[in-house]
């Protein structure tokens, strides 16, 4: 379940309320205890926020609400990140710095930057992108917007500007927000800047806070599990593996991102796609292998293989031997091993 920071849905909150709505009975109704988000650590389900907003618009009748909605923004809505990003030396670093955070943030979105000739594009690409209101991703990519403002300055432009959703009927709200072209049904949320611009050095860089702020970052990559897109697309595999390694470009198309998106993804993440789906059909087969309940032709079929000679010529190409060699090999490892322990268990007994 995609779920974000408590600091991090508070502001998206508080951004609802400075629009003059009765915000705190919103809440009740969608089941979202404001107070709590003060001072439990507990993560937020994002579909709360999600009702949250589409309720706010029904109520207001306002379907632009999330462009109306505005609340002062400052590194603490991103927690540690926010610090992180605020002590970069420029807009490009901190940007990169939370492409590389993000999951600390919330649990299933992927960011990306990526150059488009003299400018870059900032990219959000949600995991459940068919279930986001409009609301929630127009407040989203606006924040981005502020947040970056926030970093070189007031004066920042932006060159372009991408939302999920079709074009509304009153595009003026976009227009008065974002000042440049804005895509309407583009294939994520996005913002264009300037390579210009990215490169202005910010007022509060501080290299040595940077440095301080980036180690406290990474322990808390390191401490917790999150959502990643090298995890997903392997989860994606294994459950479609038994009928063959799946294309790349549905891989992309269920992640609901470009082809060339996700290759970018993984490359960042040092596991291609055809580097990640052999291992993971390789880690099956060293799986089922090593079950003698699984015959040899059960064992191919479940990694994708529909004939055993093709079986057998990966396993030379995995294990440099055939799958029966390598089945006797695994399993008198593990004959090895049970001896051990059981000769451990006999001497720690006498003694």
Not at 159 to 185: L, Q, W
């Amino acid at each position: 379940m995609p779920e974000v920071i408590p600091s991090l849905a508070h502001f998206m909150i508080d951004a609802l309320r400075s629009t003059g709505l009765d915000i705190d009975s919103f809440c009740q109704t969608v089941d979202l205890d404001v107070q709590a988000l003060s001072f439990d650590e507990s993560w937020i389900p994002r579909v709360k926020l999600y009702r949250l907003y589409t309720l706010a618009a029904e109520l207001s009748h306002d379907p632009d609400i999330g462009l109306r909605a505005t609340s002062q923004t400052g590194p603490g809505i991103f927690d540690v990140v926010g610090y992180v990003m605020m002590s970069s030396a420029t807009l490009h670093a901190a940007l990169e710095r939370l492409v590389h955070f993000v999951t600390l943030l919330d649990t299933s979105i992927a960011m990306s930057l990526h150059k488009e000739g003299g400018q870059h594009r900032f990219s959000c690409h949600f995991l459940d992108a068919n279930q986001v209101p409009r609301q929630y991703g127009d407040a989203g990519i606006a924040t981005m917007f502020g947040l970056c403002r926030m970093l070189v300055g007031p004066a920042l432009q932006l060159r372009g500007v991408g939302v999920m959703h079709s074009i509304p009927a009153d595009v003026s709200v976009y227009e008065h927000t974002f000042h440049c072209p804005v895509k309407y049904g583009a294939s994520c949320y996005s913002i264009v800047l300037a390579n210009s611009d990215l490169e202005k050095p910010l007022s509060s860089a501080n290299k040595e806070l940077a440095t301080l702020h980036e180690l406290v970052a990474e322990m808390h990559l390191s401490t917790r599990r999150y959502f990643s897109v090298p995890g997903e697309v392997r989860k994606m595999i294994l459950e479609s593996l038994s009928e063959g390694v799946p294309h790349i470009e549905d891989m992309a198309r269920k992640l609901c991102m470009s082809k060339r998106t996700l290759q970018r993804l993984l490359q960042k993440a040092g596991q291609p796609y055809k580097e990640l789906a052999n291992e993971t059909r390789r880690g099956q087969a060293e799986f089922h292998l090593g079950n003698l309940c699984c015959t040899l032709q059960e064992a191919a079929y479940r990694v994708g293989f529909r004939e055993l000679s093709s079986f057998y010529r990966a396993c030379h190409q995995w294990f440099g031997m055939t799958p029966g060699q390598y089945r006797m090999l695994l399993t008198s490892k593990t004959r090895d091993a049970r001896e051990g322990l059981l000769g451990d268990a006999v001497a720690s007994g006498l003694s």
